[in-house]
């Protein structure tokens, strides 16, 4: 079965960090690539990094930039995304999801992703 799953959600006080975790279940990341997300209440899905199978090639969401840094171990079939000085606006459930790597994935378009994990909340509150 085909699966991601995503984990390391929290509460955590702004300029904290936290780190979440995408294991790839069912598949290898050797033709894919994978996103994250995150969606708000009362606000559209927002791409925030992805990353190539071989970690190669990176994007970042222009209000992430400078502060989450997304990696990939492959050994693992696990994609990682370090996020430091946390804000309240940061708040969102956090989605992981995979891409083929044909598609047009680097411009984190959450259509061009067919895979999706359940998601892991994230709270940035004092």
């Known amino acids: 079965q085909l699966q991601l799953a995503e984990s390391g959600g929290g509460l955590v006080q702004p300029g904290g960090s936290l780190t979440l975790s995408c294991a790839v279940r069912?598949?290898?990341?050797?033709?894919?690539?994978i996103g994250w997300f995150r969606q708000a209440p009362g606000k559209e899905r927002e791409g925030v990094s992805c990353i190539s199978s071989t970690g190669g090639s990176i994007n970042y969401g222009d209000s992430v930039k400078g502060r989450f840094f997304i990696s990939i171990d492959n050994a693992k079939n696990t994609v990682y995304l370090q996020m430091n000085s946390l804000k309240p606006e940061d708040t969102a459930v956090y989605f992981c999801?995979?891409?083929?790597?044909?598609?047009?994935?680097?411009?984190?378009?959450?259509?061009?992703?067919?895979?999706w994990g359940q998601g892991t909340q994230v709270t940035v509150s004092s």
């Open positions: 999801a995979a891409a083929p790597w044909s598609s047009s994935w680097y411009d984190l378009i959450s259509d061009e992703y067919d895979l």
């Open positions: 069912g598949f290898t990341l050797d033709y894919y690539s």
